[in-house]
Structure formats: structure tokens, C-alpha cells
């Protein structure tokens, strides 16, 4: 077991563009092009009759303002398609990288 899988879960609480608040859980963090991104997924809360379905990777980026980091949405598609696919090459390998501990024999 990983040394991640030990910990407990962490939880944020951000404001999404309506104004409500919302709390995610982080799952991990990358920098790419210089840029730091956190991926989240969103919390489901089971007395929400009106809940999105939609509980796909959220992935928000850190940005200075006013000296303070805070997260921010990405700011294109296309940004926001590059590092979704960078987030799915780090957590997959990640994946790959704990399937491969074990008896020490390869596949055959």
C-alpha cells in the first residue's frame, strides 16, 4: 500500500460561479507548462434530490492574487483538455506503477 492510501481524505470548499458553495476532494496535484493544476472530484451528498450527475475530474489552477494563491478555472478547452490528459498519464502510470509490485515475475 502506498504511502497516499494511508492518509486521510483532504476536502476543499470553493464557490462554484453561481455563488454556491461546494466541496471537493483533492487527488492530486502536477505542474505543467509552469502552471500548477489540483484535480478534484466532487462530493456527493445522498439528501441532494437535485445533485449534477455529472462527477467527472474537476481540475482547477493555482493562481496569485493580491500575494495569495487561490484556485482559479482553466482558461480555454484547450487548456483545459492538455493538462485533463497530463492528469490521466500521471494517475494512470501511478496506477501501473503499484500493479507492477509484487511476486517480481512479469507478464506472461
Given at each position: 500500500?502506498?504511502?497516499?492510501?494511508?492518509?486521510?481524505?483532504?476536502?476543499?470548499?470553493?464557490?462554484?460561479?453561481?455563488?454556491?458553495?461546494?466541496?471537493?476532494?483533492?487527488?492530486?496535484?502536477?505542474?505543467?507548462?509552469?502552471?500548477?493544476?489540483?484535480?478534484?472530484?466532487?462530493?456527493?451528498d445522498?439528501?441532494?434530490?437535485?445533485?449534477?450527475?455529472?462527477?467527472?475530474?474537476?481540475?482547477?489552477?493555482?493562481?496569485?492574487?493580491?500575494?495569495?494563491a487561490?484556485?482559479?478555472?482553466?482558461?480555454?478547452?484547450?487548456?483545459?483538455?492538455?493538462?485533463?490528459?497530463?492528469?490521466?498519464?500521471?494517475?494512470?502510470?501511478?496506477?501501473?506503477?503499484?500493479?507492477?509490485?509484487?511476486?517480481?515475475?512479469?507478464?506472461?
Open positions: 500500500m502506498s504511502e497516499a492510501e494511508n492518509e486521510s481524505p483532504i476536502f476543499v470548499s470553493v464557490i462554484d460561479e453561481n455563488g454556491k458553495e461546494i466541496v471537493i476532494e483533492y487527488v492530486d496535484t502536477i505542474e505543467y507548462n509552469g502552471i500548477i493544476y489540483k484535480a478534484f472530484f466532487p462530493t456527493v445522498d439528501d441532494d434530490e437535485n445533485a449534477d450527475d455529472d462527477n467527472g475530474l474537476i481540475i482547477l489552477k493555482e493562481v496569485e492574487e493580491n500575494g495569495e487561490i484556485l482559479s478555472t482553466l482558461d480555454s478547452d484547450e487548456e483545459l483538455s492538455a493538462v485533463y490528459d497530463e492528469f490521466m498519464n500521471v494517475l494512470f502510470d501511478d496506477e501501473d506503477d503499484a500493479d507492477d509490485v509484487g511476486d517480481g515475475e512479469g507478464d506472461e
